[in-house]
């Protein structure tokens, strides 16, 4: 059995739809948890709704990471999964799980990536700047903020008239279709490897 931590800080609908869908397609790869930083959350609900427990530590512990790194070890935690987590990752938690942190973000990296690129700021950009497309992608977390291996990649077209609000709501789909099973794929592979 392959467990799973989910760090939020939102409202939490890609929590949801992951734990859904290992729930209903492959209880082999099981939600142990979810990890927050913030009180009130969203995730919250989505964590009683699913009865995941969920655990909420100090910035400063994600800046420190020794303390997540044994909390994570001790639930014998193979993966995290970001979702909706704004935190810079510290370094210890990034060796401890050598590329088996998956992250997603709602652009076509490398673009509309880094600093200040999240939320509604990633809409906002790629609208002013008229891009005919935009996407989702799903990577490996490094050092390097929104840099790391590059897992999967889905465009998704921008129309006339299309606003930040809409464009969101296509991204949110693409998200909730995709990030599930590109979860499932990379740790099954991972299984055959060590095998
Ligand atoms: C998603 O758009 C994801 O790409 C980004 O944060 C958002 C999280 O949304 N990293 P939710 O909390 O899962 O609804």
Sequence with gaps: ??????????????AARITEYFLQNNQSIHIDCFITNKANAGVY????????????????DFVKGDKL??????????????????????????????NKIINIHPSL?????????????VHQAVLKNEESESGISIH????????GEILFQKSCSIEEGETVE??????????HHYFPKVIEERVEAFLKEEK
């Design 140 to 147: 490996l977390v490094n050092e390097a903020f929104d840099e």
């Design 109 to 121: 990296l490398p673009n509309y990536g880094g600093k200040g690129m999240y939320g509604k700021y």
């Design 1 to 14: 059995m392959s467990k799973i931590a989910i760090f939020a800080s939102g409202t939490g609908t890609n």
């Design 45 to 60: 609900k989505v964590a009683e709704r699913f009865d995941v427990p969920i655990f909420q530590f100090e910035n400063s």
């Design 69 to 98: 790194v044994n909390f994570l070890k001790e639930r014998n935690i193979s993966w995290i999964v970001l979702a909706g987590f704004l935190r810079k990752i510290a370094p210890t938690l990034i060796q401890n799980f050598n």
């Design 166 to 175: 809409s464009l969101a709501k296509k991204i949110q789909q693409l998200e």
